[in-house]
């Protein structure tokens, strides 16, 4: 720039225009005092990059909006950060990761978001147990059923099946949530007691 000779540029005259992401550190032979060599007349300004910046993780179901996790922020970022998606993932009961919208994330000035999306888990059983009420005598043998989806609603009154000389009495839970733990449904039968019997007194020979 143009300047008088003994003339004084301190900081305050200076244009700072860093470039986006950047923010001013320090000058250099400032304030000068402009004199007849060239070579002297200059001032250096010096920027680094900006290290106070964030990124926000969001942990998504697949195909819906059903947010599975509190939202991560991870602060004191430095500009031109590169964040890798395999490196956010985390374990989420009932879903197994399946993608995210960017493989790499490089932190700018705006709003610096990754979204990670998960699935329901669809490898998870029940079982269903058949037994006598206040005894817990097995009646029929143990139902397993494999291939659960996750979250998936189980009626107990539809595992309701028919014993010869028994009477169903209820269950331990008129619905069952499908989770990772031990899925398990208990139904209790009583005996009959609506049964006869007969005496039939006969010749013997003759069956008179």
């Known amino acids: 720039s143009s300047a008088l000779y003994g003339s004084e540029v301190d900081k305050n005259t200076l244009t ?19 004199g007849t060599d060239e070579s002297k ?3 250096k300004v010096y920027y680094k990059k900006q290290t106070n910046l964030s990124y926000k993780v969001n ?5 819906t909006t059903n ?19 395999e490196d956010e993932v985390i374990e989420i009961n009932g879903y197994n990761y399946a993608s995210a919208d960017k493989e ?6 705006g709003e ?7 699935t329901k888990r669809t490898d998870l059983s029940y079982k269903v147990n058949y037994l006598e009420k206040d005894t817990d005598k097995v009646l029929s043998p143990q139902k397993v059923k494999d291939g659960m989806t996750f979250g998936t609603v189980i009626t107990s009154s539809d595992e309701v099946i028919k014993i010869d000389g028994y009477n169903y009495d209820s269950v331990d839970k008129d619905t069952l949530e499908i989770g990772t733990g031990d899925n398990v449904i208990n139904i209790y039968y009583t005996k009959r007691t609506d049964l006869s ?3 039939n007194y006969l010749e013997k020979d003759t069956d008179k």
């Open 41 to 43: 007349n200059v001032i």
């Open 67 to 85: 947010v599975l996790h509190e939202q991560k922020v991870q602060g004191e970022m430095t500009f031109d950060d590169v964040v890798k998606s």
């Open 16 to 34: 700072l225009k860093p470039k986006d992401g950047y923010e001013f550190e320090k000058t250099e032979n400032c304030p000068l005092t402009i």
């Open 59 to 63: 942990y998504l179901e697949q195909g």
């Open 104 to 109: 790499t994330l490089t932190i700018g000035t």
């Open 112 to 118: 610096n978001v990754l979204n990670l999306y998960y």
């Open 197 to 199: 019997y007969k005496v």
